[in-house]
């Protein structure tokens, strides 16, 4: 019951605070004339009244796609406006000290601020739909043989196909993977928000994904709120390993390289038997002298990785902040956000911005990626 309360007065003040700052800032504050500041007051008072049963009604048991898209878009707006409201005081003050009075003070604030979440909501839905660009990056793994020097690895997460109908951005991204012409591809989780009954159409592109090697697969937090069971079976289906804490072995010119998944961190609590991050279970069996890739779907996995003496972890789950300045909690959070990183004297980290987005549609100065990763057989690594 206590938690239940902290939750419920929490939900309340987050939602107060987004709708409330830009309220202050943007309608009373510049003290506009009367029809303005009664429609925008009506506006905040019909999104902050409506946007939870908007949510319940597109996100619950009988959801509904375009309540769920209307829900999701206002979130990332009022995101945005309660950020920019805060960040226009800076200009309010560089106006009070050039004299500006007030209310003429106020009105420019809430027109610059309305001008700029106009133009990076324009821009972050653009950049949200958009097919991903490749990202390439090489990571130099000290164990590597030289028979898998030049191995090219696709990395892809972060789907999220969703409300939103994506089969044709789907299909152009597959085309974009095969290309590249992998010898690994990796989805590393969150592959889809909803039931495989929903979502299969958009999913179904990833059926013709081509590797010279293999096509490895595995859950992320979100696959355990859309049935993972389904979905791990379809991802069979579509003939692509599922890596639930297991590994496989790759080979090429007398070369190994163990290739390692586990289930995501919130599997344990989810409910769906069998299924928990287990990284022992995973790396069961791996030869000493064989590098390890670990799969894993959240970037402070790494941890254990280390201490596992895995040679390179890839990751998604943060979308690079997909929202700018979100991705300060999310740094916070994971302790990292995309590229490449080094976590002791063995472990390397790779993170991708992942392919799509979740909730709101937008990616504001957190771009998509496709991550062609190239392996070396040496000491370092460099990225670009």
């Not at 039931?195 to 595995?218: D, F, K, M, N, W």
Request: proline share 5%.
């Amino acid at each position: 019951m206590r938690r239940g309360a902290v939750f419920a007065l929490v939900l309340v003040t987050v939602l107060l605070l987004l709708n409330g700052v830009p309220w202050w800032g943007l309608v009373l504050a510049p003290d506009w004339p009367a029809p303005v500041t009664v429609a925008g007051t009506v506006v905040a008072f019909v999104a902050l009244i409506g946007f939870p049963f908007v949510m319940i009604a597109g996100h619950g048991r009988r959801h509904s796609d375009p309540l769920a898209v209307l829900g999701d878009s206002w979130l990332g707006i009022a995101w945005q406006l309660f950020a920019w409201t805060i960040i226009g005081e800076t200009l309010g003050l560089i106006l009070l000290f050039a004299g500006t009075p007030s209310p003429d003070r106020q009105r420019i604030i809430a027109a610059a601020v309305l001008a700029v979440v106009l133009l990076l909501c324009s821009w972050g839905f653009f950049q949200a739909m958009r097919v991903p660009r490749i990202r390439r990056t090489e990571i130099t793994l000290d164990r590597l043989g030289q028979g898998l020097d030049g191995l090219r690895i696709v990395l892809i997460a972060d789907t999220h196909y969703g409300p939103i109908e994506r089969s044709g951005w789907s299909a152009k991204m597959v085309a974009a993977v095969n290309e590249l012409k992998p010898d690994l591809l990796v989805h590393a989780g969150d592959l889809a928000d909803g039931s495989v009954q929903h979502r299969r159409g958009q999913v179904a592109p990833l059926g013709t994904a081509e590797a010279a090697l293999a096509r490895v697969y595995i859950t992320g937090n979100h696959e355990y709120f859309s049935g993972a069971l389904q979905w791990v079976e379809h991802m069979k289906e579509l003939g692509w390993t599922v890596l639930h804490n297991l590994h496989i072995v790759i080979e090429r010119d007398g070369a190994q390289l163990a290739v390692a998944g586990t289930d995501d961190l919130t599997a344990a609590g989810s409910g769906v038997p069998g299924h928990q991050s287990d990284l022992p279970a995973a790396l069961r069996g791996v030869q000493a002298d064989v590098p390890i890739i670990l799969v894993a779907h959240q970037p402070k996995e790494v941890r254990e990785a280390a201490a596992a003496g895995v040679d390179l972890q890839l990751s998604g789950h943060t979308h690079g902040g997909q929202i700018w300045p979100f991705h300060l909690i999310v740094r916070a959070e994971q302790g990292a956000l995309q590229g490449l990183s080094r976590h002791g004297e063995r472990t390397q980290l790779y993170t991708t911005r992942g392919a799509g987005f979740w909730g709101p549609p937008f990616r504001i100065f957190a771009p998509s990626e496709i991550s062609l990763l190239t392996l070396r057989a040496g000491i370092g690594g460099t990225e670009r």
